[in-house]
């Protein structure tokens, strides 16, 4: 156990946890923010990401030690409302099924569209290739990227 | 206007009055606090009332006029926590946006068949949730009538508004909710004829939307109590395994650890209800305070395993089979599919026979023959199996995501022998369902670690723990084999299937009606390997079979592979053989025909491969054309057409939506993902070895037409992805020359190394 400083989603948090505990679980159990959710563990379907100083990151690879004082938001600090465009377009587009992905996938497109204001269908599909969507709303995630897109305030 | 018999009466009001009082445990109601106006994405406040007033078990009505409607069904994905309150919103006659939607509990005296499963929910919900509404909206009338002394008959009711025209007065719900509370629940009830319709048939956004895309705490995996404390199971490593002894000594020692211990789910003695359906009954548990410690406790457990002879005992028709009986039951899939193709059909029985189907064949000009298999497939909802459970000397609190929860109460009830009224399940929203909460081990085992720690647990399955400890897609096999005459008519027609450990034949489902001489035959065999439903069970991969050898079929007798299934269902539909075919074959041809003029199939313009196939389950009917190309040996999905017939669409884009998925996890399934087994050892065990469709491989464009034909509605959870692999199949085919007769079909058409790539 070790005492970390971290701030997330603008906020100072203190901890006190093991060192190698991956940021997915501090967040779910520690910090009680579960929008973060668990898919496999091993960086492969992109269900916990996050931003890390505004890069998208699989938070289940990320252990709290390597924090430090980087930035990370989570699906909770993105915005206020719920009112970032990416998500505004994801209700638009009424994109979830059982939803449990969507976090994740939210988190990796606006990643994706804060380098990229203007993605190619390929370039979508590459960025967003690392999230699974079991449910198969794929075809609806990348409508809902372009209308962010389109939107020109991302 | 149809009348129907509430069957309603207080029973049902007084019951739920408890119901509405404690509300749901997870506490987080987004929208009892505001949602997303419909228009222009912009956010109203919704007022709470100061009192709510309980009309019956399905809904309360606030004293401003907001509306709480009760969701009696298991959400998984399938949207129907939108959808069914919509169905009571309808003949309630409020305007949507003053509704709030809750998750009912488990409650067995106000709702009928809490299930998630057979894509029934809508179909079965149809009468009584509408009759919930009109019921309730009687009532309001009745007090109203009575306030302003008039007759019912001269009052209108729009959006939760009532009018007396003729004096000119009207008043809202909630004015009148108080005095409609008392009123005599009516016996009979009117509902609306379709026409009248006004939230039936429009689309309207996903509930819980909100909740989801900002990361409200909404599902089982995400329910938090202080007092709370995390729990882990340890598994055999190979199917055929049991537990043999442990030392925890270290990882009792480790920070956060309480205690380690094992469990029986499901003791020998215990009656099991048909959902008790369990890889492993004796499991290892890990309890400690935190997720990543007991985790990393898990890695430190010495346990040893032993061979289970019981296992290999049972199983009779494996012992034949060279290299299993000294492995004491551990299976491999190479020898799963040998012994299908060969040792299955030896011990097959006749479901169904018309005419002479022996004459026929050994009569024939010609005999085509094809058979297909398909491997094991783990279920992989994204929130990985687990449930909250605080269980104590005379109760026990359920909470979390379970597609079977009146079953998993009677569990509960034989397991930790508590009365049946003393058991609370209650139903998160559920981070995918596809028929792997049905069976509730899972919330079993939350229980009776629950009441050995007595104090409240939440079990979380590991990824690892999900894919290797499931209730998996069985392994099927199917042979086809059709007669020609001299004149490539179609004279008789066979199909002989079955699995490790069910059938996938439904032997009453086209082409039978539509051949003069038919054989259905049937046969399984034991596994060790725990098997049960998975997104529409059986038909997952027997629609395609079926689909791939329809066209190739038709491609021998020189007819256009539509054209073809028509004029077999025009023959069933004008002069069917047999009494017992399961299908409308109108409805069946009438996707067909939508699908073809959609797809422009005659049109000959499209440069992609095509594929088309068409099939019924679940009591709707799905027909799709998929397009596609290979490119740099890859297939590329264009487009896919589906036309859909699954009667009054409830909830249109919604509907859209769900289509789309299936057919993406059809796509999905067919084309990529296994499960394989050496020695009893699932050889995939996370998503680097177990391929799940990608953004990447989605099809590019789906196009989805509803038939509009107003029939009570169906369901749509499972109906559009079986079809769509044999459309799949049958690209495949026009792209590479190859018929494929082996799921999934990616390593059988590509020559790349199998890396998943990322
Ligand atoms: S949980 Fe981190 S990528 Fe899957
Ligand atoms: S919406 Fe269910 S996993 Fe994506």
Known sequence: MAEFNVTINGEKRNLNVDPDTPLLWVLRDNLKLVGTKYGCGIAQCGACTVHFNGSAVRSCQVPISAVKDNEITTIEGLSEEGDHPVQQAWLEHDVPQCGYCQAGQIMAATALLKNNPSPSDEEIEDVMNGNICRCGTYTRIKAAIKTASNSQIV | ?758
């Open chain 2, 1 to 758: 206007m149809s009348k129907v018999k509430t069957g309603m009466g207080r029973r049902s009001f007084i019951k739920n009055v408890s119901l509405a009082g404690g509300g749901l445990i997870i506490g987080f109601n987004w929208l009892a606090c505001k949602r997303a106006a419909e228009e222009g994405g912009k956010e109203m406040a919704l007022e709470m009332p100061d009192e709510w007033f309980e009309m019956n078990g399905y809904l309360k009505i606030g004293d401003n006029g907001v509306v709480t409607i009760y969701s009696p069904n298991p959400e998984i994905g399938q949207n129907v926590k939108t959808s069914m309150p919509m169905l009571v919103a309808e003949e309630l006659d409020v305007d949507w946006k003053n509704v709030i939607v809750e998750q009912a509990p488990l409650n067995t005296d106000v709702f009928t068949r809490q299930l998630a499963g057979g894509s029934q929910s809508i179909r079965q919900g149809w009468e009584p949730l509408r009759m919930a509404g009109a019921t309730a909206r009687k009532m309001l009338l009745t007090a109203a009538a009575s306030e302003w002394d008039v007759s019912v008959s001269e009052l209108s009711v729009e959006n939760g508004i009532i009018s007396h025209t003729d004096s000119d007065r009207s008043l809202g719900f909630g004015e009148i909710a108080k005095a409609a509370a008392q009123v005599e629940v009516p016996e009979e009830v009117e509902l609306k004829d379709n026409s009248d319709f006004k939230i039936i048939g429009t689309s309207r956004k996903n509930v819980d939307a909100k909740g989801m895309i900002t990361g409200k705490p909404l599902y089982g995996i995400d329910v938090h109590r202080d007092d709370m404390l995390i729990a882990m199971i340890v598994q055999p490593p190979a199917f055929g395994m049991e537990f043999k002894s442990m030392d925890a000594a270290r990882a009792k020692e480790m920070s956060g650890i309480i205690d380690v211990f094992t469990i029986d789910t499901y003791p020998e003695d215990m009656e099991r209800e048909w959902s008790d359906v369990a890889a492993f009954s004796k499991l290892v548990v890990v309890v400690g305070e935190s997720t990543w410690q007991v985790m990393q406790a898990k890695k430190a457990l010495k346990v040893e395993w032993d061979l289970n002879p019981k296992l290999t005992k049972q199983i009779q028709i494996l012992e034949k089979s060279a290299g299993l009986a000294e492995g004491g039951g551990l299976e491999n899939s190479d020898i799963h599919y040998s012994l299908m193709a060969q040792l299955g059909s030896d011990n097959s029985e006749t479901v169904r026979k018309d005419g002479d189907p022996e004459a026929a064949f050994s009569n024939a000009a010609r005999v085509i023959e094809r058979s297909y298999t398909c491997p094991f497939l783990a279920h992989n909802c994204m929130e990985p199996m687990n449930f909250f459970a605080n269980v104590t000397n005379d109760k026990a609190e359920l909470l979390g995501p379970i597609q079977t929860p009146e079953y998993a109460e009677k569990s509960v009830n034989k397991r930790l022998g508590l009365d049946l009224e003393n058991i609370d399940i209650q139903m998160t929203r559920m981070g995918g369902g596809f028929g792997r909460r049905l069976y509730g081990n899972f919330l079993v085992e939350a229980a009776v670690i629950s009441q050995k720690m007595g104090v409240p647990i939440k079990l979380v399955y590991t990824r690892e723990d999900d894919m290797t400890n499931g209730v998996y897609r069985p392994a099927y096999h199917v042979t086809y084999r059709a007669a020609l005459d001299g004149n490539n008519n179609l004279t008789a027609f066979h199909v002989n299937a079955g699995g490790m450990t069910e059938s996938p034949l439904f032997a009453d489902r086209f082409p039978a009606g539509a051949v003069d001489n038919y054989l259905a035959e049937s046969w399984t065999i034991e596994s060790n390997i725990s098997t049960g439903a998975f997104r529409a069970p059986r038909s997952n991969f027997i629609a395609g079979a079926e689909q791939s050898f329809l066209d190739e079929l038709a491609e021998e007798m020189g007819q256009d592979p539509i054209q073809f299934r028509l004029d077999m269902l025009k023959r069933a539909q004008n002069d069917p053989v047999g009494e017992n075919n399961d299908y409308d074959a109108a409805r069946y041809a009438g996707v067909l025909e939508v699908v073809r003029d959609k797809a422009g199939w005659n049109n000959g313009s499209s440069t992609s491969s095509r594929g088309v196939a068409a099939y019924y389950c679940h009591n709707s009917y799905v027909a799709q054309i998929l397009d596609m190309n290979l490119i740099d040996n890859e297939p590329v999905i264009d487009k896919v057409t589906c036309a859909v017939d699954c009667g009054i669409v409830v909830n249109p884009d919604a509907a859209k939506n769900m289509v789309e998925g299936g057919t993406i996890d059809g796509i999905g399934h067919a084309l990529y993902s296994e499960l394989t087994f050496k020695d009893g050892v699932t050889q995939q065990n996370n998503f680097d070895s177990y391929r799940l469709i990608r953004h990447r491989e989605a099809p590019k464009k789906i196009d989805v037409h509803f038939i509009e034909n107003g029939l009570d509605p169906t369901g749509l959870g499972e109906p559009p992805s079986p079809p769509v692999q044999g459309a799949l199949a049958n690209a495949l085919y026009k792209a590479t020359g190859k018929r494929i007769y082996k799921q999934p079909f990616y390593p059988e058409i590509s020559t790349e190394s199998r890396e998943i790539k990322t």
